[in-house]
């Protein structure tokens, strides 16, 4: 059974720093891609950043490129997501996401989901 489980959310100030962490079961952890999405209330979802499995590229987004960092850990099946000078704009929940198919990753339609951590960031 292919679980993902994020942990290292919480609430911090803005210009503050919070690091995710997904730890990743059940599967060939190299085999497969990972993304970190966010969704705010009413907005949509966001992939925020991406990793590509057995050592591929990584990706971030516009909206925080510069601020934030993805690494994973393949020794620990754990993908990270490293976040500095946090904005009140980055509150959201935020999830961690794994697919056989960079595609699927790609436009938000991973085949395993974790329940998500709340980040949030106060002015």
């Known amino acids: 059974q292919v679980q993902l489980v994020e942990s290292g959310g919480g609430s911090v100030q803005a210009g503050g720093s919070l690091r995710l962490s997904c730890t990743a079961s059940?599967?060939?952890?190299?085999?497969?891609?990972m993304g970190w999405f966010r969704q705010a209330p009413g907005k949509k979802r966001e992939c925020v950043a991406r990793i590509y499995g057995g050592g591929g590229s990584a990706y971030v987004a516009d909206s925080v490129r510069g601020r934030f960092t993805v690494s994973q850990d393949s020794a620990k099946n754990t993908v990270y997501l490293q976040m500095n000078s946090l904005k009140p704009e980055d509150t959201a929940m935020y999830f961690c996401?794994?697919?056989?198919?960079?595609?699927?990753?790609?436009?938000?339609?991973?085949?395993?989901w974790g329940q998500g951590t709340q980040v949030t960031v106060s002015s």
């Open positions: 059940g599967y060939t952890y190299n085999r497969y891609h």
């Open positions: 996401a794994a697919d056989a198919s960079g595609f699927s990753l790609v436009v938000g339609q991973a085949a395993y």
